[in-house]
């Protein structure tokens, strides 16, 4: 097994300033993540651009670092603008939205917790 150290806050000092410690945490190594393709990747795009956008500094869960993430509904709502689906009706494209959602964390690209969403580390596609 490999691990790499992550940092988290643990607290502040007298002075408020953040005092951090590390955990453990398992690292992949040599794990090649599939690439995107269609309607995954044009998903995975809206995904970056509404981060890049509209992102907010966050700590998802408990002893995670802080992330760029955005609200779950918030990257739906961008889904459903982008006409990826190749349906007009609401329950279809949200079916098409939750199919995105898990192939993308399966694969490694994103991560979700809490109504949050954030991209992951991940090799140079």
């Known amino acids: 097994m490999h691990f790499k150290l992550c940092e988290y806050e643990v607290g502040g000092d007298e002075d408020d300033n953040p005092v951090y410690s590390c955990i453990l945490s398992e690292a992949c190594v040599g794990k090649k993540i599939a690439p995107l393709k269609r309607q995954a990747k044009q998903t995975y795009q809206i995904l970056s651009t509404l981060v890049t956008d509209k992102g907010i500094e966050h700590i998802p869960k408990a002893g995670m670092k802080t992330q760029k993430t955005v609200q779950l ?16 009706k609401t329950d279809s494209i949200s079916k098409a939205f939750n199919r995105q959602i898990q192939q993308l964390k399966k694969k490694g690209y994103i991560a979700e917790w809490d109504g949050y969403v954030w991209i992951t580390d991940k090799p140079d596609k």
């Open 73 to 88: 509904n918030d990257f739906k709502d961008q889904f459903f603008k982008a006409g990826i689906s190749d349906t007009d």
